[in-house]
């Protein structure tokens, strides 16, 4: 595709729920990133993927998140058991990896938790 | 405190004006800046990449960057409405691969 393609666009969970959010990167994009970003805030790095290898999770703010690349293209935020306090617009970015670090962003998925 | 800081705003000017954005960082192992807009509702989208002190011009866009003093920042010249948007310094210590460390953004309202 043209762009990063992030499915859904908007997400409503009640409390308790888990959610999945995908991103489609940039074909032959090696890297792959989450950032979460609140309400009138920068976004937050969370992890980060080289093809299906999970290189840094540092960001991930509880065991409730995970996140895999199994065949190092389309990527799935997993968040278990969703808190109030998970409510934001999740954002997937992609670049080339070896040669370049310029980041590029899909729309984001707003989830909201009641 | 903040690894980067950024004045969140907003900031509104008149059509025509130059608009002058900045950011300051702390940590000095940064390497490479850049300057992203944000349009409600959509995802960041790349305007400026810079690596070395100095200026980079790129249309009505200059990013500038003073790594003695970390500080960098963003000039618009002859801002238009449809420059109304965020705008975010990100920042990054290595390639590739690295984590982008962001600034709160901006808030620019041009208006006619």
């Known amino acids: 595709g043209a762009g990063v393609s992030q499915s859904p666009r908007y997400k409503v969970a009640k409390r308790g729920q888990d959610v999945a959010l995908r991103c489609d990167p940039i074909?032959?994009?090696?890297?792959l990133f989450w950032y979460q970003q609140a309400l009138g805030q920068g976004p937050e790095f969370l992890t980060y993927?080289?093809?299906?290898?999970?290189?840094?999770k540092s960001g991930l703010p509880s065991d409730r998140f995970f996140a895999e690349r199994p065949e190092g293209s389309v990527s799935t935020l997993k968040i278990q058991r969703t808190q109030q306090e998970d409510s934001a617009v999740y954002l997937c970015?992609?670049?080339?990896?070896?040669?370049?670090?310029?980041?590029?962003f899909g729309p984001g998925t707003r989830l909201t938790v009641l | 405190q903040k690894e980067v800081e950024q004045d969140p705003g907003p900031l509104s000017v008149p059509e025509g004006a130059i608009v002058s954005l900045n950011c300051t960082y702390s940590?000095?192992?940064?390497?490479?800046f850049m300057w992203y807009r944000q349009y409600s509702r959509k995802g960041p989208e790349l305007l400026m990449y810079?690596?070395?002190?100095g200026n980079k011009e790129d249309g009505r866009f200059t990013a500038q960057v003073d790594k003695s003093s970390k500080y960098i920042s963003l000039f618009i010249r002859d801002s238009q409405p449809s420059d109304s948007a965020t705008y975010l310094c990100?920042?990054?210590?290595?390639?590739?691969?690295?984590?982008?460390?962001f600034g709160t953004g901006t808030r620019l309202q041009v208006f006619p």
């Open positions: 970015a992609s670049s080339v990896g070896r040669t370049g670090n310029e980041q590029f």
């Open positions: 074909s032959g994009h090696v890297s």
């Open positions: 993927f080289q093809n299906e290898a999970q290189l840094d």
């Open positions: 940590n000095s192992a940064f390497q490479y």
């Open positions: 810079t690596y070395s002190s």
């Open positions: 990100a920042m990054v210590k290595r390639v590739p691969g690295d984590k982008l460390i």
